[in-house]
């Protein structure tokens, strides 16, 4: 039988130990959740995060801010999470470009992909399409190369962005084509697919989601793209593999990533509620019409592909020759 005087001790330390509690304790989320996108609004990395971060807000009842924080090749946005409080309030929509493109394309950058941030879930996979203006007399990848060849010395490609996925698929496909056209590099998409459509330049290796849509309109053609597999918004469009170039594989992916620090069980609770909502099938379908296959992976592994994935960079710029920037 517990004395008055022992009751008295229990519970004196039962509250005590309640304020020494750490914070992360509390039930997560008290309070909203900013996803930050190191891209600007209305592109598909945003679209990504929109519909997943509806979603992820309904599972954690509370609502997922987006953050669009673009700039500098995507440094800005990152730099804003690597900088923040590892509590789980402010996350990253990481993409291939930011994660582990930028380390190999420039020699020195504002943050280790790696070894600043705790992965906590890849999304989805998505691929580039080789384009041409509608106007270019050529409807397959073969005719494009005897027309380059044709008209050596006055053709260019555009990328959107110098040491992009982009850059580095059209250098491939120019070493292995034997052909020689001008890289011409834009800052994004959009300035990118207006030259395109111009006849500016002769082809560029675009986001699948924008160029389709010009595509729809009789604006531009589209040759192959770039994935291992064809997209199921374009059945049509072979892969470059079906065209004679299986070198040219372009691919990238959206994930999310939290501040290192950030306490186990949070990095756990927002992995299990993304899991799921990832085999919700009015999402998936939803991301397919983006261009995007979802493609969930947790945390763990997805920590070792993002380091995988620094590496396949890595030998796809050296092979091309490229030289990395300031």
């Known amino acids: 039988m ?66 669009n924080r673009a700039g500098a090749s995507g440094f800005i946005g990152v730099q804003a999470v690597e900088r923040s409080a590892p509590d789980g309030y402010t996350l990253l929509m990481g993409f291939a470009q930011t994660m582990a493109v930028n380390p190999v394309t420039y020699k020195k950058i504002p943050y280790d992909p790696v070894h600043d941030f705790a992965p906590i879930a890849r999304l989805a996979d998505f691929e580039l399409v080789m384009a041409v203006p509608a106007s270019l007399p050529v409807n397959n990848v073969a005719e494009l190369v005897q027309w380059l060849k044709k008209h050596k010395g006055q053709a260019s490609f555009g990328s959107f962005g110098a040491g992009s996925p982009s850059q580095f698929a059209g250098e491939t496909f120019g070493k292995l084509s034997g052909t020689d056209a001008v890289h011409i ?18 082809y560029g290796f675009v986001v699948l989601q924008v160029a389709q849509q010009l595509a729809h309109a009789g604006k531009l053609k589209l040759l192959a793209v770039t994935g291992k597999e064809r997209q199921p918004s374009e059945p049509d469009v072979p892969t470059m593999a079906e065209s004679g170039y299986g070198e040219v594989e372009a691919t990238g992916w959206y994930g999310i990533y939290a501040p290192k620090g950030t306490p186990e069980p949070v990095l756990e609770r927002l992995e299990s509620e993304i899991g799921h909502i990832m085999n919700d099938q009015d999402l998936r379908k939803k991301l397919l ?34 030289t990395a920037q300031e």
């Open 185 to 202: 590099p834009y800052k994004g998409s959009a300035p990118l697919v207006t030259d395109l459509v111009g006849g500016q330049v002769q």
């Open 2 to 67: 517990i004395t008055n005087c022992r009751r008295y001790a229990l519970a004196s330390l039962i509250a005590l130990s309640a304020f020494t509690q750490p914070a992360q304790s509390a039930a997560y989320p008290e309070r909203p959740i900013e996803l930050v996108v190191p891209g600007p609004a209305g592109g598909t990395p945003d679209a990504v995060a929109r519909m997943v971060g509806e979603r992820l807000g309904d599972r954690l009842g509370q609502q997922i801010v987006i953050s």
């Open 289 to 322: 019409g983006q261009g995007v296959r979802p493609a969930f992976m947790g945390g763990e592994a997805f920590g070792a592909y993002t380091r995988d994935e620094i590496e396949r960079w890595r030998a796809i710029a050296a092979k091309t020759g490229f």
